[in-house]
């Protein structure tokens, strides 16, 4: 099975945010780039696919600026991943994740794809649009929020379930199709030592960035909450003082329910 | 001139989703109710399509979906698509659901628009829509503007409330289905199975959420927190050392590896606040912990505290809930 997992290096979940000097986005002096939620679970369930259906590839691509990009898939390759594509893009270009989508899309038409697997959605910009929009781009069958994706081998399809408001639905359809991962049979792996500096001399390969319209999404603004400045604290001497007066806040202050 | 502006509704149990109906009343404040038209596919759409009279939306479309059954977002991207160029809509609403971010992509691509999920306010100035919403997991907030042609926005569900305006007279009528790529004839939805009451994947649409975490202790000490859920007409949530523990599914899972909320108020009872779960709900509007340990990190992110044993709070909580809101 070829499998194409899409990663995009996102901020360190410990970063601390600031807002860049133009004030419409994140200051990314300093912050350190990794392979990171949603799509560290995608890895890891192209992985997974891989050690059940022998003959597997699993080819990470990853499209955004030097040096993060190069990073984050030397990370992939250092879990496992067997190639790496990167579409280098200058910094401080598009951030408009379908402008991505359209250029994976691009990129993904020439490989050998039976699965696209993305995260549900980035640890940055949270859009959850690329799955979606690199399916319709690609022709095939698209999928967000999914869990539990499974090879039937015996009857060459995958199967998988999917969140969905009113309940979890299951699926079945063959390849290829395309996943916005949520979550994977288990918890991502951690790369070996021996591993990771082997994967310093990987192979990188360079795919040139195309297909994308110029953006019309421009951000403006960059605003970080007011700190949270700890909770109030309720005094009480009874569980039933406490009760009465969380709920009297409740109801008064902060009006979340009559 | 002003454009037109499609609402694609969702169908549940019958019924529109309120989700639906937030997109609905958004959409007429950015345009005039006579150019808002609404749409709904799948089984039931027919008739679901009469709902939208309740928010003074006059011109309805649907389509069965052809021979499948199921609208998921890819198979009916195609069929509105088609809709929005027919009635030259400018902008596309729906409500940030499963079905509405799968939906944006795929539409994005398909109508060649510019899109924003996760949407919690958004405004018409200057020929462009400005949009707000949450990014990295609530910890930042970023605006965009999003300059036409062709707009297509998800908005994050209960941002917005469902508007109340006198309800017209609707008119709805059928649309063509336009078949997807022929590789979705392959793509079969085998079964739904529905939420369980009070927990599961109603989560991520609840306006209330209260979530056990480790405190609890044991399996069956969890119903401590389903009753207090009950007694608000709450979801349920949990920590992930609940559901790694198996005391309760993952579907109930919030945080980083599980499901993300922002309901007006959520009560973590008995969780420490690691990070990982923090980043799924700290966007709430109205957050707050009972937890026996007054340095536990939740309490730095908490609205409001109580420092205490959760085998004596919460009952006392759930009672006091009870006693206030009847029965
Ligand atoms: C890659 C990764 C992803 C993860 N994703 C998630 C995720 O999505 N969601 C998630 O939740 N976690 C996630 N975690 C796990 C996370 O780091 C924590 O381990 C987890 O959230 C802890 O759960 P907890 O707060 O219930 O348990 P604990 O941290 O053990 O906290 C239990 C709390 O209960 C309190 N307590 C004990 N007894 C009582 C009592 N009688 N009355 C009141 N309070 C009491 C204690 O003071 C303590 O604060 C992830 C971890 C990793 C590494
Ligand atoms: N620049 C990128 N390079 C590679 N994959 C990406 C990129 N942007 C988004 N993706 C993939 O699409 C998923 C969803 O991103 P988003 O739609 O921006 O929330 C991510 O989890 C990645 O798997």
Redesign the interface.
Known sequence: MEIVVCVKPV?E??TR?RVAADGA??DAEGVKFVLA??DE?AVEQALLLKEAVAGSTVHAIALGPAPRTEEVLRAAVALGCDKASWIEVPSGGSD?P?DA??ILAAAIRGLPHDLVLCGKQA???????????????L???????V?DLRWDAARS?FTFH?????????????G??VI?LQ?AWN?PRTAKLPAILKSRKATITKIAASGA?A???????????AP?T?????E?R???E???K??R???ED?K??P | MSRRTLVVGEVRQGHLADVSLEAAGRAIELTEPTAVVGFVAGSGAEAAAGEFARVGIADVRWTDAGSGSDASAGRIAPTVAALAREIEADLVIVGGTTFGRDLAGALAIRWDAVSATGVTDVRREAGAIHVRRPVFGGRATETRRLAGPRVVLALRPHAFAVPSVTPTTVRTSGFAFVEPAPSWREAKLLALEPAAAGGGPALADASIVVSGGRGVRAPENFRLVEELAASLGAAVGASRAVTDAGWRPGTFQVGQTGKAVSPQLYIAVGISGAIQHLVGMVSSRVIVAINSDPSAPIFRVADYGIVGDLFQIVPALTAEIRRVRGP
């Open positions: 901020p979940a410990e945010l986005r994140l939620g949603y679970s408009d379908l989508a359209r640890g940055d910009d949270e859009s959850g649009l690329v799955a979606g929009a690199l399916a319709e781009a022709g095939v069958p698209g999928f967000g929020y869990v399809r999917r969140a969905v408001e009113s309940g979890q639905e299951s699926w079945e359809c063959p290829p199709i916005g979550q918890d319209a953006s019309v999404a421009t951000p403006e603004k960059f605003e970080l909450p949270r700890g909770a109030k604290m309720i009480y009874t569980p039933q406490a009760a009465e969380l709920v806040i409740l109801r902060a979340v329910f």
